[in-house]
Nanobody, 127 residues
């Protein structure tokens, strides 16, 4: 059963913006903190941003702080990532993830702390 489906990736020029969405099953959206990770070719998967189940707390990697914004709409079972001022280093496949403490805060920013993963959406920033 597919429970997380990302969309919104694409090709954008340096300095541009993209908005990613992650459609979640109700079971996921109603219960878990969620996050975004990314993986570039030849590199390990890295944390980008996370949000508590309620949406009241957010966390960002230093590399995206001030440029990316994570949000969620539990009524729509959707997680978002607004990406502004994109750089070539942002080029990667972006994954939506969920897991951790039910209806709780974000407790980890490491990939092994998330049990549910989407298939990913490619973001390419051209210079």
């Amino acid at each position: 059963q597919v429970e997380l489906v990302e969309s919104g990736g694409g090709l954008v020029q340096v300095g541009g913006s993209l908005s990613l969405s992650c459609a979640a099953s109700a079971r996921i959206s109603n219960n878990y903190p969620m996050g975004w990770f990314r993986q570039a070719p030849g590199k390990e998967r890295e944390f980008v941003a996370a949000i508590s189940w309620s949406g009241s707390s957010t966390y960002y990697a230093d590399s995206v702080k001030g440029r990316f914004t994570i949000s969620r709409d539990n009524a729509k079972n959707t997680l978002y990532l607004q990406m502004n001022s994109l750089k070539p280093d942002d080029t990667a496949k972006y994954y939506c993830a969920a897991g951790g403490r039910r209806r709780g805060p974000v407790t980890t920013t490491t990939a092994d702390g998330y049990s549910y993963w989407g298939q990913g959406t490619q973001v390419t920033v051209s210079s």
